[in-house]
C-alpha cells in the first residue's frame, strides 16, 4: 500500500463525530426494582486453544497459489526489471553530468548565471533553472520508456500519452519550483559554511521535506486528481468509524480518480494542523471488498497513528546526513583531478552541481539497501496496526495478491532485504494468517471468510 504515500507530523485537536442517537434520561420520582434475568454461564476454552483446524502456513501457501502462470511470470519480470532500472538510472545521470562538466556546458551556464547579476545568490536559482530544463531534456527518452512505454507493456498504465505528458508537464513545473528553492537555499549555506555545509545541508533539506510532506496532500496532490467527498454508505460510516476509534481527527473521507492514470489501488492518511483527510482511490473502491478496504485503510492509519512522518524524517535526515558527508567528500576528489578541464574549482560554484548530483547519485544506489529496510520496517508495523485495527486477515491477504500485479510475491530473503521498500507478498500474507491463528477463536474472526488451506 502506497503510502505515499505518509502519517502527520504532529497531534491536533480531535473531531468527534457523533454517533446513533441521543436517548433521553426518564425522571423517577422513587427507585424501582431492578429487573431479575437467568444467566447462563459456560467455561472458555484454554488461552490458545483453537475451536477449528486452522495452519497459517497452509493457507499462505494456498494464498500465494492463487497467482501463478502467466500473471506471476508478468508480476515477477516487471519487479525484477526494476532491479536493473536501478542502475540504468543511476549510471545514465552520470553520464548526463559527464556531459555538462567535460564539454563545459555547466561552466557555460554558469557564465550566463554570472552575466545577468553579480549577486552570488541570485546566480544559484538562474543556473538551476538551466540545470533543471536541461537535464530533464536529456533524461526525457528514458524517463518516457519507464514511466510510460514500459507501465504499458504491462498493462499498469490507463493513459494515452497526450494524458501522460500533461500529468509529465504538472510534475515538471512542481519539480521546477521545488529545486530552484531548496538548491538556491544549500548553495546559500555552502556560501557561508564551506567546511560544514553537509551538515546545515542536512538540516535544510529535512526542513524542506517536512515542509512539502505538510502541504503535498492539499496543494500538490490535487493538480494531478479530483478529490471528492466519498458518498454516504455503510462503508464510509466504518472508516469514519476505524478513524475515530484510533485519535484520527478526520472528519470526511475522500475519494480521488486515479483511474485516469493506472489501475493500482492506493490510500492514505495524511495532513496537519486541520488538513487531515483521510482519502482512498477509485481503484481500490471499484476493485476490492469492503474487507479489503478497511484492510487497506487499517494500514494506512496505522502511519499516521505511528508517528511515521517523523521516525522517516528522522531517519532519512540521517541517511541524508551520510549521503551530504560522501558528497562532500567526493567533489573536493573529482575538482582535484578533474576540476581545471571542467572549469570548476570550489564547492561553491553552481558549475559543479552535475558532480554533486551525479555523486548523491551514485551514494543512494549504494545506500538502497538501507532506505529500503527503513521504509520496509515502518511498512511493518502498519501491516501489525492494521490488522489489530481493522480485523481483516483475510482481506489484507486477497489485498496483498492484488498488488503483486506490480510486486513479486515470494523473493528470496536477501532480494527482500536489498530491493524491497514494502515486505513481500509472503511476508504480509503469512504475517496476516499469524494474527488470525492467534485470534481464531474471537467471534468476529470465527464468523469471517474461510481461508483457503
Known amino acids: 500500500m502506497r503510502s505515499g504515500r505518509w502519517a502527520a507530523l504532529a497531534a491536533i485537536l480531535v473531531l468527534f463525530a457523533t454517533l446513533g442517537t441521543a436517548t433521553p434520561s426518564l425522571a423517577q420520582e422513587t427507585p424501582l426494582a431492578a429487573p431479575t434475568a437467568t444467566v447462563s454461564v459456560a467455561s472458555l476454552p484454554p488461552a490458545g486453544t483453537a475451536t477449528t483446524d486452522f495452519d497459517p502456513d497452509k493457507a499462505t501457501q494456498a494464498y500465494l497459489n492463487?497467482?501463478?502462470?502467466?500473471?506471476?511470470?508478468?508480476?515477477?519480470?516487471?519487479?525484477?526489471?526494476?532491479?536493473?532500472?536501478?542502475?540504468?538510472?543511476?549510471?545514465?545521470?552520470?553520464?548526463?553530468?559527464?556531459?555538462?562538466?567535460?564539454?563545459?556546458?555547466?561552466?557555460?551556464?554558469?557564465?550566463?548565471?554570472?552575466?545577468?547579476?553579480?549577486?552570488?545568490?541570485?546566480?544559484?536559482?538562474?543556473?538551476?533553472?538551466?540545470?533543471?530544463?536541461?537535464?530533464?531534456?536529456?533524461?526525457?527518452?528514458?524517463?518516457?520508456?519507464?514511466?510510460?512505454?514500459?507501465?504499458?507493456?504491462?498493462?499498469?498504465?490507463?493513459?494515452t500519452f497526450l494524458q501522460w505528458l500533461g500529468d509529465f508537464g504538472i510534475g515538471f513545473g512542481?519539480?521546477?519550483?521545488?529545486?530552484?528553492?531548496?538548491?538556491?537555499?544549500?548553495?546559500?549555506?555552502?556560501?557561508?559554511?564551506?567546511?560544514?555545509?553537509?551538515?546545515?545541508?542536512?538540516?535544510?533539506?529535512?526542513?524542506?521535506l517536512a515542509f512539502m510532506m505538510l502541504i503535498a496532500p492539499v496543494f500538490i496532490s490535487p493538480l494531478f486528481n479530483h478529490y471528492e467527498p466519498l458518498?454516504?454508505?455503510?462503508?464510509?460510516?466504518?472508516?469514519?468509524?476505524?478513524?475515530?476509534?484510533?485519535?484520527?481527527?478526520?472528519?470526511?473521507?475522500?475519494?480521488?480518480?486515479?483511474?485516469?492514470?493506472?489501475?493500482r489501488i492506493s490510500a492514505n492518511v495524511s495532513g496537519f494542523l486541520g488538513t487531515t483527510r483521510v482519502s482512498l482511490n477509485d481503484n481500490l473502491l471499484k476493485r476490492c471488498s469492503d474487507r479489503e478496504i478497511l484492510?487497506?485503510?487499517?494500514?494506512?492509519?496505522?502511519?499516521?497513528?505511528?508517528?511515521?512522518?517523523?521516525?522517516?524524517?528522522?531517519?532519512?535526515?540521517?541517511?541524508?546526513?551520510?549521503?551530504?558527508?560522501?558528497?562532500?567528500?567526493?567533489f573536493r576528489f573529482v575538482a582535484g583531478l578533474f576540476g581545471g578541464n571542467w572549469d570548476v574549482r570550489t564547492i561553491d560554484d553552481p558549475a559543479g552541481l552535475p558532480a554533486l548530483m551525479a555523486l548523491f547519485s551514485l551514494f543512494m544506489l549504494i545506500a538502497t539497501p538501507v532506505s529500503n529496510t527503513i521504509i520496509r520496517t515502518a511498512e511493518t508495523q502498519a501491516d501489525i496496526f492494521g490488522l489489530n485495527a481493522a480485523r481483516q486477515p483475510d482481506g489484507f491477504a486477497t489485498v496483498s495478491l492484488k498488488l503483486a500485479e506490480y510486486r513479486k510475491l515470494d523473493p528470496g530473503k536477501w532480494e527482500e532485504i536489498i530491493f524491497y521498500d514494502h515486505p513481500s507478498g509472503r511476508n504480509r500474507i503469512h504475517m496476516s494468517m499469524q494474527w488470525k491463528a492467534a485470534h481464531i477463536n474471537d467471534p468476529d474472526i470465527k464468523a469471517g471468510p474461510v481461508s483457503p488451506q
Do not use: C
Open 174 to 208: 512542481v519539480n521546477f519550483v521545488a529545486m530552484i528553492v531548496l538548491l538556491t537555499v544549500i548553495y546559500a549555506v555552502i556560501r557561508a559554511s564551506q567546511t560544514l555545509w553537509w551538515l546545515w545541508g542536512t538540516v535544510v533539506a529535512v526542513i524542506f
Open 295 to 330: 484492510a487497506v485503510l487499517g494500514h494506512e492509519m496505522g502511519h499516521y497513528v505511528l508517528d511515521h512522518s517523523a521516525i522517516l524524517l528522522t531517519w532519512i535526515g540521517l541517511l541524508l546526513l551520510v549521503g551530504f558527508a560522501f558528497v562532500n567528500w567526493g
Open 66 to 159: 492463487q497467482v501463478s502462470g502467466k500473471a506471476r511470470a508478468q508480476s515477477d519480470a516487471y519487479f525484477e526489471g526494476g532491479y536493473w532500472l536501478l542502475l540504468v538510472d543511476t549510471f545514465y545521470a552520470v553520464v548526463v553530468a559527464a556531459l555538462l562538466l567535460w564539454l563545459k556546458i555547466s561552466a557555460r551556464m554558469r557564465n550566463f548565471a554570472q552575466s545577468m547579476t553579480r549577486s552570488r545568490f541570485w546566480q544559484a536559482p538562474i543556473y538551476v533553472a538551466q540545470f533543471v530544463i536541461l537535464t530533464t531534456v536529456l533524461t526525457f527518452p528514458l524517463t518516457v520508456y519507464e514511466n510510460f512505454f514500459r507501465e504499458h507493456a504491462y498493462g499498469l498504465s490507463n493513459q
Open 231 to 263: 458518498k454516504p454508505s455503510p462503508l464510509k460510516s466504518q472508516i469514519l468509524s476505524l478513524a475515530k476509534a484510533n485519535g484520527i481527527p478526520a472528519s470526511d473521507v475522500y475519494e480521488f480518480d486515479a483511474s485516469r492514470q493506472s489501475k
